[in-house]
């Protein structure tokens, strides 16, 4: 049993103690760290960890064997170096971080002090996204020439917090939100981005999210590929891979259709589970050597370098290249 910190106490935060505590044989919260632990103190009674005020706190607990974080995002960089210079194992919610450069930073930080990094992408986990990564990596689609990808949902209203308006903390729009989990999927099937032209609209002032994020792909191995993003409309998830022989496409938590050339259209479900439970899980099983975390370093760094390049395209205007 991995015995881990969670750094953070918010919605998400929440959410992520409520998927293990209690419930898993792999791990387990053990203290938790909040600014207003007023505020969660009856929380963290009721699961049974204690509560302190700070990340040094938690790093200095001697029963703290790893740290999950659930903090604003341009926070996770300087946190996840902390944490790996303490010598503890770290997942961080995503994004990982706001810029390239700091999601390589903070991968080489727990590289060089041998511990694993996870990253919170839990639609990685979902059974349609595991089924559409072994199809297409069984070659049963050919050459694969073009990926499609949208998530939506109404999580930005329902769970709004100031922190989650700042467009410094929450740029792109939908991004941080939505888009980063397409962003995460592509990485893994089709590698590096190469050059991306984005572009963002709103229909109503701020702080009410109801606007959409779209985006053009080029990417290194040849294929094409647009990403689609809208705040505040029910959700929606969508991951349509085009191969020369056929196409698979992803649709929601459980569901995969299957195009083959010369063949009937196949419809495979799936039984639904704990996406957040499993990613965390996947994370004490790194912990553990017991195997690797599914998201490498390299997926993790090529979705944030995507995710700056939108970012810079839809501030900007025109198309943004990745050296």
């Known amino acids: 049993m991995l015995n881990a910190a969670i750094i953070g106490l918010g919605w998400w935060g929440k959410n992520l103690v409520n998927a293990v505590q209690n419930k898993s044989e792999r791990v387990r919260f ?19 960890f204690r509560l302190s005020t700070g990340l040094e706190d938690a790093l200095a607990d001697p029963q703290v064997q790893a740290v999950v974080l659930a903090t604003p995002h341009s ?39 041998r511990v694993p990094l996870g990253v919170g992408q839990n639609k990685r ?34 769970h709004f917090s100031a922190w989650r308006a700042d467009p410094h903390e929450t740029p792109g729009a939908g991004m941080t939100g939505t888009g980063i989990h397409i962003l995460d999927v592509f990485s893994a099937l089709a590698g590096p981005v190469r050059e991306v032209t984005a572009q963002f609209v709103a229909t109503r002032p701020a702080p009410d999210p109801l606007d959409t994020v779209s985006a053009l792909f080029k990417f290194e191995n040849g294929m094409s590929g647009f990403l689609g993003a809208v705040r505040a409309t029910p959700i929606y998830w969508r991951v349509h891979v085009f191969g020369a022989d056929g196409s698979a496409e992803a649709l929601g938590e459980t569901d995969l259709v299957l195009r083959l050339k010369g063949k009937p259209t196949e ?57």
């Not at 700091?102 to 002090?113: I, L, P, Y």
């Not at 059974?127 to 999580?155: D, F, M, Q």
């Not at 990613?279 to 760094?301: K, Q, S």
Request: with cysteine.
């Open 125 to 158: 986990f979902w059974p349609s996204t595991r089924e559409l990564v072994k199809v297409v990596r069984s070659g049963a689609l050919g050459r694969i020439l073009h990926i499609e990808g949208h998530y939506s949902n109404e999580n930005s209203s329902k």
């Open 75 to 113: 926070l996770h960089a300087d946190q996840i170096v902390q944490v790996a210079g303490a010598g503890k194992p770290v997942f961080c919610e995503k994004p990982l971080s706001l810029t390239r450069a700091d999601a390589e930073r903070a991968v080489a930080a727990t590289k060089r002090a």
């Open 267 to 323: 419809c495979r479900t799936f039984e639904p589970i704990d996406s957040v439970r499993a990613e965390l899980e996947a994370f004490a099983d790194a912990v553990a050597n017991r195997a690797p975390y599914p998201i490498t370093p390299e997926e993790m760094v090529n979705t944030i370098a995507a995710f700056e390049a939108i970012i810079r395209s839809i501030e900007h205007g025109g198309a943004v290249s990745i050296q």
């Open 30 to 48: 053990v203290h938790g760290v909040s600014k207003e632990p007023e505020a969660v103190r009856e929380f963290a009674t009721a699961h049974g």
